[in-house]
């Protein structure tokens, strides 16, 4: 579902979004900033809510700069943030936040693979904050999936990233 500040008044309000997710069954947002402007003045009444009732809020990475994410992280420090599109190299400032914000996740993919792979993010952090993502429709999945597959990881983590840490992020969301 995703949810765009409305500047005009009497018209879709954050009320109306998430009586909307709940008849969709949607139990998670995207945020699509134009023109990589996530400017929490403007978004702090959807990320409020997002934060308050622990829907996740998934942001494709090259839509803003990681000081947009840092100033979301601080000002909604609640908020489960879902990081997609991250880049190969992008561990250096990637690390660094998600040891500072621990509601942050970020999502394997055709863009994002670690360094030596998901063992290099699992010595770092818990596998609870590694999801999976296929690329679908644009990019094939089976390079990332083999990522996983042979990683040396237990069954459990395995099981974490490739479907229980979406499934356990839903099922957290209160619409």
């Not at 309000?13 to 949607?26: E, L, P």
């Not at 402007?37 to 996740?56: H, M, N, Q, S």
Request: aromatic fraction near 12%; charged fraction near 20%; proline fraction near 7%.
């Amino acid at each position: 579902f995703t949810m765009r500040p409305n500047p005009y008044k009497n018209e879709t309000t954050v009320a109306d979004y998430i009586a909307a997710m709940r008849r969709a069954g949607s139990r998670a947002v995207w945020l699509v900033p134009p023109g990589q402007c996530l400017w929490t003045w403007l978004y702090e009444d959807i990320l409020g809510v997002c934060a308050k009732r622990r829907i996740p809020a998934f942001l494709h990475r090259d839509l803003v700069t990681p000081d947009h994410i840092v100033k979301v992280c601080e000002s909604f420090p609640l908020l489960r943030l879902v990081l997609v599109g991250v880049g190969y190299g992008d561990d250096w400032w990637l690390y660094p936040l998600m040891r500072r914000f621990r509601h942050v996740s970020v999502c394997l993919g055709h863009f994002y693979i670690p360094s030596s792979g998901p063992m290099r993010f699992l010595e770092h952090f818990p596998a609870d904050r590694l999801l999976f993502g296929s690329g679908l429709p644009s990019f094939s999945p089976g390079g990332i999936i083999a990522h996983v597959m042979y990683a040396e990881m237990s069954g459990k983590d395995r099981n974490k990233v490739l479907s229980g840490n979406i499934l356990r992020l839903l099922e957290d969301a209160r619409i």
